[in-house]
């Protein structure tokens, strides 16, 4: 990822409506103190920089699309918290929700340059049913 040949894109939804429709989340995240799972933002911590674009709002939520220039550990979940928005379902850093049994975030596109190749790779996968259904019931 620090050479950018390798990126990740995710599909979220996130409690509320983002003030910002896109933004780049440039918040460094270390370890939280006591904790051995559990990240935070924190001056001291590794950069860490995330892009959002949101594709869609209802509900009080908002869908969004989310692209990571570095790799941290719950990066993702970290730092919409941080800014007020965690993800739907995130019991770590937000709150359970009768709407999925999990974290509303998804894995939907891997991009890198095959090590052996050296063609480069565009893997996508499609939403889960449970995130499709939470987005076509609201």
Same mark, same amino acid.
């Given at each position: =990822? ?5 990126? @990740? ?9 983002? #003030? ?22 924190? @001056?001291?911590? #590794? ?13 009080? =939520? ?17 730092? =919409? ?39 480069? =790779? ?17």
């Amino acid at each position: =990822m620090k050479n950018h040949t390798f990126k @990740k894109s995710y599909i979220a939804i996130v409690n509320g409506l983002l #003030d910002k429709k896109h933004n780049i989340i440039n918040a460094p995240i270390a370890r939280k103190e006591n904790s051995i799972i559990e990240r935070c933002v924190r @001056k001291d911590g #590794d950069i860490a920089i995330t892009e959002y674009y949101v594709i869609q709002e209802f509900d009080n =939520m908002s869908l969004l699309y989310i692209s990571l220039q570095t790799g941290r550990t719950h990066q993702i979940r970290v730092h =919409m918290t941080h800014i007020g928005h965690p993800i739907i379902g995130d019991t770590l850093y937000g709150a359970s929700s009768k709407l999925i049994n999990r974290q509303a975030l998804h894995s939907c596109k891997v991009l890198f340059v095959h090590p052996l190749t050296k063609k480069q =790779m565009n893997i996508e996968a499609d939403l889960p049913s449970d995130i499709l259904n939470l987005i076509q019931n609201r």
